[in-house]
């Protein structure tokens, strides 16, 4: 019996699917089994991100109506053994799927995997309550914006009310200059708003919007930045001890060499 | 507004209209019905309302019916007790403004005691029953909404942005007050908010609404009592009541 998660955030585009794509891969890049849901019904863009759109023949909106089955809808990863992906459907809308169907759909994706990763849609209407139906943990996806901390505050409140009580939060893109010029909030000022379990912060990194384009989950590729934190978050849901590396600009002086050497905005000094 | 008139036993009718004044709300009931029959029209009307209105003053006028002083005080009890609705002040209370001064004192329902309410008695009454508090042992997170309106509130944990925490009481927040609080909802001014540290979006105290400047500096949080003085809302270190 595995463990189904759901991936959520409230906000939009704060890199809720991409997280999903990392993750999932860093997981069965580790030996796990591993499904991915995309529960955006309507909006997918989880196989996108993937590069398995090709692929897609059946969604999860096929397996409901009984036009496919469950094994068949699976599109299997080819870069990396067990990992599979369930598109969602992009004819239908979230209000066309109840979330017993999507309950009763990871509790039999649970049986046969490790992990069972739900991407859900923004927003806190039925597309949310379908993702979090099955759930019994969850992945808080913000950036450091008050906006997007204020929806992951709210969204918190919405998940303990469903039951779901482990939740753990991804701070994703942070950039450490711009925290350390105090243009953007830091982990602490996330965490002292939200005060719930922080596994991970992502930093910003331009190599993620390439990869997303690409179709290849940029954890394939690399090992620093982004693709850095996403293994390591995958290592922690594992229940690894990993800390979490500060990713902090040492003053204008590592600033200055950092510039000289060309280094990426964002990346660990 | 239109007039709805309700047909009541084919010889009694009743209207109940709400206008909106500079000076608060006036609810003017049209009836030659009973009793029974004018408080479920009045209901009927307020029934929709929601919460928006907490705090609003209302004024009773009657056209061709004169419902006795006990019975327009019930109306107004009736509409405090069930939708926030604060009766307009009287000349008596005015005068007795000795009471306002109290921040912890609950101040008896406006409107409703017929003789002016003495200060000793008062006193006595309150040191005799007790203030009721509801206790909310949990963080509100943004678009929790917690209300009560019959004392105080406890919260053990935050108040984040895009909560609100309204009491007809006084508000206690052991926790950052980072949302809305409103405190003294019913109309009552000596209410006061104390929170362990005072960074809200906006504070209520009775109709009184404010906005604290933005802090410059991050101090240490400490413990802070708001409350009304001189018409305006302060925010200074708590030190007791």
């Not at chain 1, 331009?206 to 590729?221: A, E, K, M, Y």
């Not at chain 2, 049209?30 to 929709?48: F, G, P, V």
């Not at chain 2, 053990?156 to 052991?174: F, H, M, R």
């Amino acid at each position: 019996m595995g463990r189904v998660i759901v991936i959520t955030s409230g906000k939009g585009g704060v890199g809720k699917s991409t997280c999903v794509a990392n993750i999932g891969t860093a997981l069965a890049l580790s030996n796990k089994k591993v499904a991915v849901v995309d529960a955006d019904i309507g909006l997918r863009n989880l196989d996108v991100i993937m590069g398995l759109e090709s692929r897609v023949v059946y969604t999860s909106m096929d397996v409901i109506d009984g036009s496919s089955t469950l094994e068949r809808a699976l599109v299997k990863d080819r870069r990396v053994e067990n990992l599979k992906l369930l598109a969602a459907s992009q004819r239908n809308n979230k209000n066309d799927v109840e979330p017993e169907q999507m309950r009763d759909m990871c509790l039999k994706l649970k049986e046969e995997n490790d992990y069972v990763l739900v991407d859900s849609p923004a927003g806190i209407e039925q597309g949310f309550r379908n993702a979090a139906s099955a759930a019994e943990e969850a992945l808080v996806v913000t950036t450091p914006e008050v906006s997007a901390v204020r929806d992951a505050d709210r969204i918190i409140g919405l998940l303990q009310s469903e039951e779901i009580h482990k939740i753990d939060l991804i701070i994703n893109r942070l950039n450490p200059t711009m925290v350390a010029k105090g243009d953007m909030l830091d982990s602490e000022d996330v965490l002292d708003i939200l005060s719930i379990n922080l596994i991970g912060v992502v930093p910003e990194d331009s190599n993620i919007v390439g990869s997303t384009n690409r179709g290849q989950p940029l954890i394939h590729d690399s090992k620093t930045g982004a693709a850095g934190a996403y293994r390591r978050i995958s290592e922690r849901i594992e229940g690894k001890e990993v800390p979490i590396p500060e990713f902090k600009v040492d003053g204008t002086f590592a600033r200055f060499w950092g510039k000289l050497l060309g280094k990426r905005d964002g990346e660990i000094s | 507004m239109n007039k709805n008139y309700i047909e009541v036993n084919n010889e009694s009718y009743v209207s109940v209209e709400l206008k909106g004044y500079l000076d608060g709300l006036r609810l003017i009931i049209d009836s030659d019905a009973s009793i029974a029959e004018i408080e479920l029209a009045i209901k009927q009307r307020l029934a929709n309302l929601g919460d928006s209105l907490t705090g609003t003053t209302v004024k009773i006028e009657q056209l061709n019916r004169s419902l006795s002083s006990e019975e327009v005080s019930y109306f107004y009890s009736l509409m405090q007790r069930e939708y926030g609705l604060v009766p307009p002040y009287t000349d008596e209370e005015i005068v007795d403004s000795s009471q306002l001064t109290s921040p912890s004192a609950e101040q008896p329902i406006r409107g409703i005691p017929a003789n002016p309410p003495n200060t000793s008695i008062y006193h006595e009454s309150l040191s005799e029953e007790k203030e009721k508090a509801e206790l909310i042992r949990h963080t509100l997170r943004s678009g929790q909404v917690e209300r009560f309106l019959e004392g105080n509130i406890v919260v053990i944990g935050d108040v984040n942005p895009g909560a609100e925490v309204t009491a007809s009481g006084d508000i206690i927040i052991l926790g950052n007050l980072r949302g809305i609080a409103h405190a003294g909802a019913l109309g009552n001014i000596a209410a006061a908010v104390i929170a362990m540290n005072m960074e809200p979006t906006q504070l209520r105290i009775g109709n009184v609404i404010t906005r604290p400047p933005p802090r410059k500096h991050r101090r240490k949080p400490a413990m802070e009592v708001a409350r009304i003085k001189q018409g305006n809302v302060i925010v200074e270190d708590f030190e007791g009541f």
